[in-house]
């Protein structure tokens, strides 16, 4: 028995005559046919370090003075 999704009726059916598969049907499908497994790539542990690195703060700034083009707000009303 071969399975497939009906988008239009919204169910899984079988290829043979279109009519709904029960969900017992579904599973014994799905056991007798497993989807492949894809090896696990293996990591790059400098790609990781250059990731850590790109987000951890180096340095905070020692001055208080705001950077060109940013406006600071000195009066309180």
């Known amino acids: 028995m071969d ?7 919204g169910s899984f059916v079988n290829t043979a005559n ?6 017992a049907e579904l599973l014994q499908w799905a056991a007798e046919n497993p989807e492949p497994l894809d090896t696990p790539k293996k990591s790059n542990p400098k790609m990781m370090n250059e990731l850590i690195d790109s987000l951890t703060v ?3 700034p020692d001055t208080t003075t705001a950077e060109e ?7 309180t009303i």
């Open 58 to 60: 180096k340095q905070t």
């Open 18 to 23: 279109d009519e709904p598969v029960t969900q």
């Open 69 to 75: 083009g940013v406006e600071t707000i000195q009066k």
């Open 3 to 9: 399975i497939k999704y009906n988008p239009i009726i």
